[in-house]
């Protein structure tokens, strides 16, 4: 297809994407009128603390998770509506790869099950011969020996386990991946080998990832395109260069001070003080004021809409 | 090519024969195969061993005689022969204790599978109903049913059948709950798995280790609740033979004839004891997380 069609029109669109759970005697705003986009063979990153829904939107985007309210639309129309048929049929092109290697592989499946569980599922096996041929493919894909064709998880480290969720996520070749963290619980060195994977995956394929993460340094590394979330809202989204160099937000700029530079010179660091706010009814008005130095009469009282071109921003200093 | 293929027909045929090398290596749970084979071997070949006749009727001149080589396990008070009494009485206390168990673990434990498993609405329906049968004591609810349907063999074994679903429901949604979380079964789903997969091929096999010593557990309480019913005149209609209900009938003769207690007591602890035996290596042997 041509590269001007697909930048044209994103893959995966969240429009005003809502997921609210019942909690305390009180709605719980995981996910609150977020609006992304992914365009083909891109990567956005999401970025936020423990708690901020991250997580919770990505699976609302592959409909793990009902959601309460929004639409995704995929190639522009609404897989929210879809019926279980079509949606199994979409489900193909849209995959996950977990965060914790060791609760996402069924324990008492070999690598060989695993893997193509979703071939067979999906009646896209073939023979015996046929499907073991395109596991051995897909293992060598992301860089796992034939050997561990009949190993369990628990014989396997946690890089290889990851690489085995990997080659789970790409058996019926998606078009599109929700990585929830895929990194985040592996040792630094095995890091770099995934998301070098990962990235060569994408070339490779064409795929188009929707990144989470809590860790900036990880996501500098393989996305286009950063948004920033706070208690279930997007703060800010920019071009990740952008985002680095020049993030507006002041909660992004806190993020961003928090990744440590190996300097021996003593940075001024921009603090975050208290703790998030209660994301049970959270009040109108931009949830961070509470904790920005930056706050004044209009972060309250009103939403504050996601603002800009290419770089938008979420904050009464900018509008 | 050749050797691809080769590799996928040797996983497929090892599967079962790795379950079983993996058992044979557990000394204990073999013993415990052992006694029960012996067990079974015993009661499928009982005719042979003794005719039913002596199980059934005895001479009141030989009555309560201690064990002998001409009554091995001795008389009980009637003067029938103790041994014979036990080796026929297997029949009906091994259907009694593990039919009870198999059919009420396949229902109870579909139900715990379902209410574990789909959550919500379905979960609160089905435990409520459960939370309502278990309100009512056992041995009532096993009387009540068995008064319901008559009295004898078929009808006790359904009331026992009936009255353990609502424990095991219980103890099988909670173990498939500890599973359902699981990240494996998120990803089984955002692939398109259907449910009734995920429930047979993730969820049972990862939660079936409480399943397995459940259901060995509660097959020797299943003979003493048997024997209960009998006891009570609604089981097992004398002179047949039963060994809770030879325990129950002894029960007068403990201090004077203790070997008619005995005897009936050891077959079923040693019946549970095999099963129990068993069921632990079985549940080791299915985790390849403990291979070695």
């Keep these: 297809m041509p590269p001007d069609d697909s930048s044209a029109r994103p893959l995966l669109e969240t429009v005003g994407l809502k997921k609210y759970f019942k909690a305390g005697g009180g709605m719980l705003h995981a996910v609150d009128d977020v609006s992304l986009s992914v365009r083909e063979g891109e990567t956005l990153g999401i970025v936020g603390e423990s708690g901020c829904g991250k997580s919770t939107l990505g699976r609302v985007v592959l409909r793990l998770i009902d959601s309460s309210g929004g639409e995704v639309l995929y190639r522009g129309e609404n897989i929210l509506t879809y019926s279980g048929r079509r949606m199994k049929d979409i489900r193909r092109e849209m995959q996950i790869i977990f965060q914790d290697p060791f609760s996402s592989l069924d324990p008492r499946m070999t690598v060989f099950d695993t893997i193509s569980e979703p071939l067979v599922v999906n009646g896209c096996g073939g023979g015996k011969a046929a499907l073991a041929e395109r596991i051995l493919t897909l293992m060598n894909t992301v860089g796992l020996a034939e050997s561990y064709i009949n190993t369990y998880p628990h014989e396997m480290d946690g890089g290889r386990r990851q690489r085995v969720g990997i080659a789970r996520a790409l058996a019926l070749n998606p078009k599109f991946i929700v990585c929830d963290e895929p990194v985040s619980a592996l040792d630094v060195s095995i890091q770099a080998q995934i998301l070098n994977l990962l990235m060569d995956l994408q070339e490779k394929f064409g795929l188009s990832y929707m990144f989470i993460t809590h860790d900036l340094s990880v996501v500098k590394h393989i996305s286009t395109e950063i948004a920033v979330m706070y208690l279930g809202q997007c703060v800010e989204r920019a071009p990740s260069e952008e985002l680095f160099k020049n993030p507006l937000h002041p909660y992004t700029k806190a993020l961003l001070a928090a990744i440590p530079v190996p300097k021996l010179v003593q940075r001024k660091r921009s603090v975050i003080r208290g703790e998030v706010s209660d994301p049970i009814d959270p009040p109108l008005g931009c949830r961070f004021s509470p904790r920005c130095d930056f706050s004044k009469e209009g972060c309250v009282g009103e939403n504050i809409p996601l603002a800009g071109g290419t770089h938008a921003v979420a904050c009464r200093l900018y509008t | ?292």
């Design chain 2, 1 to 292: 090519m050749e050797d691809i293929d080769f590799n996928s027909q040797t996983r497929k045929k090892s599967r079962r024969g790795e379950i079983w090398r993996r058992m044979k290596k557990n000394r204990i749970a073999m013993v415990g195969l052992f006694i029960f084979s012996a067990i079974l071997l015993l009661t499928i070949s009982a005719d042979l061993i003794t005719p039913y006749d002596k199980a059934i009727t005895g001479s009141l001149a030989d009555r309560l005689t201690p064990p002998s080589s001409s009554h091995w396990f001795g008389t009980d008070n009637y003067g029938r022969d103790i041994f014979a009494r036990i080796l026929h009485a297997s029949r009906r206390s091994l259907v009694m204790g593990i039919g009870a168990v198999l059919v009420g673990i396949t229902l109870g434990g579909l139900l715990g599978a379902c209410a574990g498993y789909y959550g919500g609405r379905v979960d609160s329906v089905i435990m409520r109903i459960i939370d309502t049968v278990i309100c009512i004591p056992f041995m009532l609810l096993v009387l009540a049913i068995v008064a319901a349907l008559g009295p004898g063999l078929v009808n006790v074994l359904i009331a026992l059948m009936i009255s353990m679903i609502p424990t095991y429901t219980r103890v099988i949604r909670s173990a498939i709950l500890t599973v359902v979380g699981q990240d494996y079964i998120e990803a089984a789903k955002s692939c398109g798995t259907p449910n009734r997969w995920i429930i047979l091929k993730h969820v049972l096999p990862n939660a079936i280790g409480p399943i397995i010593v459940q259901a060995t557990m509660t097959v020797g309480t299943m003979i003493i609740w048997a024997a209960s019913t009998s006891f009570l005149g609604m089981g097992i209609q004398p002179p047949e033979p039963e060994w809770g209900a030879m325990l129950a009938e002894s029960k007068d003769y403990m201090l004077t004839a203790p070997y008619m207690v005995m005897f009936p007591g050891f077959a079923i602890a040693l019946t549970a004891l095999s099963l129990n035996l068993m069921g632990d290596g079985l549940r080791d042997a299915l985790d390849p997380r403990l291979k070695d």
